[in-house]
């Protein structure tokens, strides 16, 4: 059997939120491992940072011309900010761009599927969504999961087959979690290549 990758995503509000209409920051290297970072400003955003700097916490960045894409968080200083590695370069963001729970990758990939934890269970029956954004246009994107989360504190959900994802589509989860619960999100993904 082929190995799969983890992807882990946490927050404690929903699962998406808007930029900032302001400046990138380039903060340098950081953490001594000659990687770059930069700051992105999303007033309230509610992702968190990984415990230690090799269980690290993903983020999908959508919309900006310099730094979409899946990134991984150096750390959360406060709630209005995200550091992010990634090379500098100048850009304003737009209040449109935003920061996701999503997966996407250049090569072809299978989705195989995901678990979610709570702190605590959901009190509401708004829905969590796992949606697949086609590179290709709206008409090619397909709904792969959905739940309504009223009571649900555990998913563990598995496909019944891998399902095969083109290269450049992105796998969006989506949950307004109005409850405000800490949330950790792992998305098992394998390359098709």
């Known amino acids: 059997m082929t190995p799969y990758d983890t992807i882990k995503f946490s927050g404690a509000k929903k699962t998406y939120e808007a930029m900032d209409a302001s400046a990138v920051v380039d903060l340098g290297q950081m953490g001594g491992n000659e990687k770059y970072a930069v700051d992105i400003t999303a007033g309230a955003h509610g992702f968190l940072a990984g415990p230690t700097a090799d269980d690290f916490n993903c983020v999908y960045i959508l919309g900006t011309t310099y730094y979409d894409g899946l990134r991984r968080i150096h750390s959360v200083p406060d709630a209005n900010s995200i550091y992010v590695y990634a090379d500098y370069t100048a850009e304003t963001l ?78 969006d989860l989506t949950w307004a979690n109005a409850n405000s619960r800490i949330w950790t999100i792992k998305f098992f993904v394998r390359s098709r290549v």
């Open 94 to 171: 737009a209040t449109g761009d935003t920061l996701r729970t999503a997966y996407v990758s250049s090569l072809p990939y299978e989705f195989l599927g995901f678990n979610l934890h709570l702190n605590t269970a959901c009190a509401t029956a708004e829905n969590l969504t796992i949606s697949l954004d086609s590179a290709k246009g709206s008409s090619f994107d397909v709904m792969l999961y959905i739940k309504a989360m009223n009571t649900v504190k555990d998913i563990h959900y598995m496909l019944p087959e891998p399902y095969p994802v083109d290269a450049n589509d992105v796998v």
